[in-house]
């Protein structure tokens, strides 16, 4: 184990951002949503999730998404994105640190995602370990302002809170 930090809490955030086209899949919080758009990406273009594995890596001081998968990597190409999520898991719980709630909220116009908030809930609480209401997702349009606001593309942030053992 090396928390060797005296307070044993730490905070990270994460955000990520990927363009939108016609014609791809729509995968968000380990689900696929019907939309007649997705993300560009090299992996499924999860974004809520590699926020997430961001937050919880910045947290735990181990860098950051692209440092563990690059997308240089052929490893990871079209990766499911829960499988990044469930090894980014394994890492920081190497290091000794456990989840104590994640916080993230996604910036997008369409399509609406309350409907299938509890699904992504449940879905990144059991690759997590953790329980559901442990993950807090929220979702918010830009208002028509920017590439969000355009349908261009998708962002989100996310906020991580980990405990050391």
């Excluded at 363009?19 to 993300?39: D, N, R, Y």
């Excluded at 690059?70 to 719980?93: A, V």
């Excluded at 997008?108 to 879905?123: E, F, G, N, S, V």
């Excluded at 209401?133 to 349908?151: D, H, P, Y």
């Amino acid at each position: 184990m090396q928390c060797n930090n005296t307070m044993n809490i730490r905070v990270g955030q994460g955000y990520d951002v990927h363009q939108l086209a016609e014609g791809l899949p729509f995968i968000l919080g380990g689900i696929t949503i019907p939309h007649s758009h997705g993300m560009v990406a090299h992996s499924d273009g999860d974004v809520l999730l590699h926020a997430i594995c961001d937050a919880l890596l910045g947290a735990a001081g181990m860098r950051d998404i692209g440092y563990h998968f690059p997308d240089t990597s052929q490893d990871f190409k079209n990766i499911d994105s829960r499988i990044l999520l469930r090894k980014t898991l394994e890492l920081i719980t190497a290091q000794g640190w456990r989840i104590a709630n994640i916080d993230a909220t996604v910036c997008l116009q369409k399509p609406k995602l309350l409907p299938h908030i509890p699904q992504m809930q449940q879905t990144i609480a059991e690759d997590l370990q953790v329980t559901i209401n442990q993950i807090s997702i929220k979702a918010t349009t830009t208002e028509r302002l920017g590439f969000v606001g355009r349908e261009e593309g998708i962002a989100t942030h996310a906020v991580a809170l980990l405990l050391g053992e």
